[in-house]
Every structure is written in C-alpha cells, then in structure tokens.
C-alpha cells in the first residue's frame, strides 16, 4: 500500500531531504518538470512527435520553478512556448527564481493573460500542493480561459489542478479550478487527489519518482501505524506465489486447510416482515466472504418468510435482546446487525446485548461486532450512549446521512472544510472503535488515528454500486472476513471488505443490483489468489 501525504508532510519530506545532503532543490526541481513531460508523451504520444505549442502558466512557488524547468524542456524537444507568470518574478523562491533566470535567458515572461496563438498544451504550474484558500481572481480568470485550439488541447496539472486543495480535495470557495486531463504529482499522492472533487478535477494521476528515497510504501499484511494514512490498493508479495499480501492475507478460505468453525461463526440480526431483504444481503454476504457458519436472527413472525429465501443460512428465532443471550454461545466469532433491523428501542436494546458479548472459553478474543444502518440510526438522539456501548472489537459502517446523525460535529465541521480524514479519525477516537465511513472515496480510522482511504475513483470508479442494499452487503462482508479465527485487525479486515466491495461490482459491471454483489466474490478472489 502506499502512503499518502499531507502537503505540509510532503514540503517536511523534501526538506529533509536537501537538509541531509542526499539532494538539493534544483534537483527535485528538474527531475519534477522531465518528468511531467515524460508524462504528457506517455498519455499523448503524438505530442512527442513533430512540432507543437505549449502555454506554461507560473505561479509565484517553487511549483512555478516546476513549470519553468517544462518549458525549458518543451523548447529543447523544439516547441514554441509561451511562458506566462503570476506574481513579481523577482519575489519567487531562490530555486524557483534560479529556473526563471535560465527559461528568460533565452524566452520571454509574461503576465498572466489571453494567449495569442492556438496551442497544443495548456500547462498548470500556479500553485501546486500549497493552495488553502480561493484562487486570485486573475488565477481563477486564467485558468477557466479557454485555449484556442478548442477540444484538442491537453492540459496538464502539476502535482495539483490550481484551485483543489490537496489535504481536504475541497475546492475553497467551490469555484475557480484548473480541470486537468492529466495530473502529474511528485514521490507519493496526496490525500485530495482522491479526496472530495479531486478526481473530478485531476484527470489522470500518475505519480512519478523524484530521487527522495521510498515512496512511502506501507506493508498490506501489517496494520496502518497510529496517526498515519495509507491508500488501500492491491500489493503482491515480492518472492513466492502470486497470492497478493492484500487483499489475499484478510481472506481465510485462501488458506490451504481448515474446519468450518476455523473460519468462525457470523450472526446477523435481521428485522421482521417484509424488512429482511437487508439482513438476508448481509447474511449471504457473510457466508460469501468466508465466515464457516452464518445463522440470521429474526422475529418469529419472519421465520417463514426468510426460509423461503435462503438455504445455507441458519435461521433461528429471536424476539429480543434476552432471546438473544439464550441463543448465542461462545463459539460465535462475529455480529453484524442494523439493516433492515428497524429503528427504536427494540435496534438499542439489541445492539447493548450484542456489545456486552465478550469472548468465551472456545474464542480466542472478543467478537467482532459490525454496526450499520438502523443500528446507527437508532442512537441519533444520544450518540453518547452508543458511545458508552462500544469496545475495540467493533466497526460502525455509517453513510454520511447517519454519520451527520451521530457525529453532527464533525460532519458541520467537515462541511466547513476540515478533511473527511481528519473528521473520521475524531469520530474514531470519540467512539473509541474503527469507524468505516462509507463513499467513493471511504475512509476507515482508528481510535489512535490510524487511516487508511479506499478510492472507487479514476480506473475503479462504479457509479452502478450506488444502488439500495450496497451498504448491507458490505457490512456482511466485514463480518464474514472478521469472523475466522485468523482475520487481521478490524481496520485490516475493513480495507479488504472495501476493496472486494467494488471489485465484486467492477466484475459485474453496469446494471448491477446488490444481490449480485456477493455472487461476484468467488471471481474476484479467484483474481486475488493468482
């Protein structure tokens, strides 16, 4: 997995960097503009051939020095550049002010402003990674210009499309932002790149290697560390079969033995008539994802009702929080209750039961215990006595409606502006458990902020996965890969479950409902086991 950077994290890096002598700022500079351009070739390859036209437009930063050192490069390679500055050439940084001495040795400067002949290339080196606040007007003005040259001019972003923020992938002011065809950033993404509009904005990430050392890799089979925040993505073990470290080490039914109840035993508490189609999605979700034994729970009434729809499902009846401690014994491994299960003093009752459940003489340690959708939504009007239930062992899946209903805080302030990263891992700590908030770009947190950000955008973008009962399947998900007695940590178990989430929808494609959701898995772990 890789680790994502903030831009004051990324600036640290850098420093660093040049204060240990392993590098110096012109150098990052030059390999940074080579390597936009050897970017733009890669993604247009015609642009590599023959003459063409670029505008490079540069800001008052070293990001502008970036730009400097591409159309240097550009000019070489035998294009006409047009250079346009914003700011006084003489207030840029020593760097930055050194790759503008070298570009106006031979080419002119100019302010901001319409650029005269048709180009090829419209190159964005304003701001950067630094940006918190709306663009200038004349930035805004100059970047929402249309080039002559109409839909066949590229335009490309370095590090960051002007105008998005890089830590929140907010656009401050919600107007005003370069819409890139290619983004190019440096030594590792940032968390707007993934974040809020920043897929919308950015086009094409590719991140390209400056010479700062390791890219920030983050070992899949290991937890997040505390305070961190790593990019969940497919990693491969470097020597051995092609199993991958992840998603394959949080999937048990990969191993190459084991008995049923190895694989643990999953509940899932459903709601009564006419409402167990959302249990009976997490239930079937469960079996799929590698829990030994499922049994569905439900009101008597909706016994008949649930049988006629599942077959290795167990089934039992249960009326209420003290049907429910009679019928639940120490060998179950995992719990996952709240959808479709009603909201009211019923949901709560249930849900301290299940909480109060701690590890039994044949379990190793406390059931894992997933809490989604009516679960949630029951505490909204005293979040602090969910609060006072949870332990360690649990994970609330919430939507942003029923984050917003249990953290209106933190979701007033995440509107605001503070980054959703930032607004989970408050709500991590405040709930003291894993909190999964659910999106295209879902980011899961830990009491001790650890984070880890799951992106369905750019090549795995599946806008056909927001369709009803999604959230069911992937709360079921999370219990059935929680429940083996050889599952990873919780916020190990809840980057795998998001990860198969939208592989199960990508192998299916357009058209999808959520019942085909776990029907996909076995192709997709036929993927993950090589």
């Not at 437009?57 to 346009?84: E, H, K, M, S, Y």
């Not at 033995?257 to 079937?284: E, I, N, P």
């Not at 079996?287 to 049988?307: D, H, I, S």
């Not at 009491?447 to 973008?461: E, I, K, M, N, T």
Request: proline letters at 7%; glycine letters at 12%; one cysteine or more.
């Amino acid at each position: 997995m890789t680790e994502l950077m903030t831009a004051a994290q990324m600036r640290a890096t850098e420093e660093a960097a040049i204060a240990a002598g392993r590098t110096t700022g012109l150098a990052l500079m030059e390999r940074a503009g080579r390597a936009v351009v050897a970017a733009v070739f890669q993604r247009w390859p015609a642009l590599s051939e023959g003459a063409h036209a670029a505008l490079v437009l540069c800001g008052p930063g070293n990001n502008g020095g970036d730009g400097f050192v591409i159309a240097r490069r550009l000019r070489d390679l035998g294009w006409a550049v047009t250079v346009q500055i914003f700011g006084d050439a003489a207030r840029l940084p020593p760097d930055a002010r050194r790759m503008h001495d070298l570009w106006a040795a031979s080419g002119p400067v100019a302010p901001l402003g319409p650029c005269e002949g048709g180009v090829d290339l419209v190159v964005d080196a304003l701001f950067g990674t630094g940006l918190t606040r709306p663009l200038p007007q004349a930035v805004a003005e100059a970047v929402a210009r249309p080039s002559r040259g109409g839909d066949q001019v590229q335009r490309v972003a370095v590090d960051a499309p002007s105008g998005l923020n890089l830590d929140t992938g907010a656009i401050p002011g919600g107007q005003g932002v370069f819409l890139a065809d290619l983004t190019v950033t440096f030594h590792t993404a940032k968390p707007g790149h993934y974040l809020g509009a920043g897929p919308a904005v950015c086009g094409q990430l590719v991140c390209a290697d400056i010479g700062l050392g390791g890219s920030g890799g983050n070992l899949a089979g290991s937890p997040p560390a505390a305070g961190s925040l790593r990019l969940a993505e497919p990693v491969t073990a470097d020597t051995g079969p092609g199993l991958r470290v992840f998603p394959g080490a949080a999937i048990a039914k990969l191993a190459a033995t084991g008995h049923k109840y190895d694989f643990g035993h999953a509940v899932v508490l459903a709601g009564g008539v006419g409402r167990g189609g959302a249990g009976r999605l997490a239930a079937r979700a469960a079996l799929r994802a590698g829990a030994g034994l499922v049994t569905m729970l439900c009101p008597p009434a909706a016994l008949q009702e649930n049988a006629a729809r599942m077959d290795a499902v167990m089934l039992r009846a249960c009326r209420d929080a003290e049907a429910f401690e009679a019928l639940v014994d120490d060998r179950v491994t995992a719990l996952c209750l709240g959808p479709g299960l009603g909201v009211g003093e019923r949901t709560r009752s249930l849900v301290a039961a299940v909480c109060a459940r701690r590890a039994g003489a044949r379990a190793g340690r406390d059931p894992a215990v997933v809490l989604d959708a009516d679960a949630l939504t029951s505490f909204a009007p005293a979040p602090d006595a969910l609060f006072a239930l949870l332990h360690p062992r649990c994970i609330l899946t919430p939507h942003e409606g029923e984050f917003g209903r249990l953290f209106p805080d933190l979701a007033l302030s995440a509107r605001a502006g503070m980054s959703k990263v930032e607004a989970v891992r408050h709500a991590a700590a405040r709930a003291g458990c894993v909190v999964l908030l659910k999106g295209a770009d879902t980011v899961i947190a830990r009491p001790d902020g650890a984070a880890s950000l799951h992106a369905a955008v750019y090549d795995r973008a599946v806008p056909w996965l927001a369709t009803a009962g999604a959230g069911d399947v992937l709360a079921g998900l999370i219990a059935g890969l929680a429940a083996p007695a050889s599952a990873p940590e919780l916020i190990c178990v809840a980057e795998a479950a998001a990860w198969l989430h939208v592989e199960a929808a990508r192998a299916f494609g357009p058209g999808l409902i959520a019942e085909d959701l776990p029907d996909m898995l076995p192709e997709v772990f036929r993927r993950v086991a090589g």
